[in-house]
């Protein structure tokens, strides 16, 4: 079997032996179906210029493993002629000519925005065919994108004893007493008396003032849990136990603590709206 001559049939010859199709190899150079078969034909008159169809083909063979040296060489005389570039005109004061009465003179400053607009443009289309050419080009498939796992934020860490310390007052409060059989046989007059609502103490060491809802946690010395709940805004409460003390208070901004009837400062101990310290 005989070697392709030319540059597209090269081309082709290479994409057909890595069994790619032509939908494939126009979606990795970001061009259209067309312009890849005007390619394999060598019928460059119908891509937009020179200077693109010597970047088209360097990317083809880059993206085939071909060197494009050789293919580029013989590329030169198969390319259109391309009309020359006309040259920009330059900028010059314009005499004005007197011809029996005056006529009004051309400044050049007319004419310079059209002279600028010009110069833009060019730039402009020498900048768009200078980019596309540096576009590298890569035979790999599109990978799926990779999953990150987003950092704990130490706010929620901090903030969440709070929440599950509420959680944990909640479900010791909801307990529900439910007699056996033999002692409601032994019961001879049933009688319904209200649930005793529990007083909070008016007297203690620690004195708790809630400006706003908080939640506060206390240990004494025994490890004995003296407080562990929720405080409504506006509520107080005492407590007592045998110092030093380990306390944990959630919306320490809002809170007052005073021990033996003085207030002690919680800023020092405070970071993200929770107090943790021993007191003594």
Do not use: C
Not at 32 to 43: F, G, L, P, T
Not at 126 to 147: A, H, I, N, R
Not at 241 to 246: D, E, M, N, V
């Amino acid at each position: 079997m005989s070697q392709p001559h030319g540059v597209g049939s090269r081309l082709k010859a290479r994409r057909e032996q890595m069994g790619l199709a032509i939908e494939q190899v126009a979606a990795q150079l970001k061009l259209a179906k067309k312009q890849i078969e005007a390619i394999e034909s060598d019928h460059y008159s119908s891509l937009p210029g020179n200077t693109f169809a010597r970047g088209f083909v360097r990317n083809y063979a880059k993206l085939l493993g071909m060197d494009a040296a050789p293919l580029l060489a013989d590329l030169e005389g198969l390319l259109p002629t391309e009309r020359a570039q006309v040259a920009l005109p330059s900028v010059r004061e314009e005499v004005g000519v007197s011809l029996g009465s005056t006529l009004p003179r051309v400044s050049s400053s007319s004419r310079l925005p059209a002279v600028v607009a010009g110069v833009i443009g060019f730039g402009l289309v020498f900048g768009g065919v200078w980019w596309y050419l540096q576009q590298p080009v890569s035979p790999q498939l599109d990978t799926p994108p990779v999953e990150v796992v987003a950092p704990v934020d130490p706010v929620a860490e901090a903030a969440s004893p709070v929440s599950s310390a509420a959680s944990a007052t909640a479900s010791q409060v909801a307990v529900v007493v439910v007699p056996t059989p033999a002692a409601a046989a032994a019961t001879v007059t049933p009688t319904v008396t209200p649930a005793a609502t529990p007083t909070p103490a008016t007297s203690g060491e620690l004195r708790l003032v809630a400006r706003g809802e908080t939640w506060v946690q206390i240990f004494d010395a025994d490890g004995r849990r003296v407080i562990s709940e929720v405080i409504p805004a506006g509520g107080e409460r005492f407590v007592s136990g045998r110092a030093p003390y380990r306390l944990k208070i959630g919306n320490a901004p809002q809170t007052r603590l005073y021990l033996r009837g003085k207030e002690v400062d919680l800023a020092p101990y405070t970071q993200v709206n929770v107090a943790a310290f021993e007191l003594k």
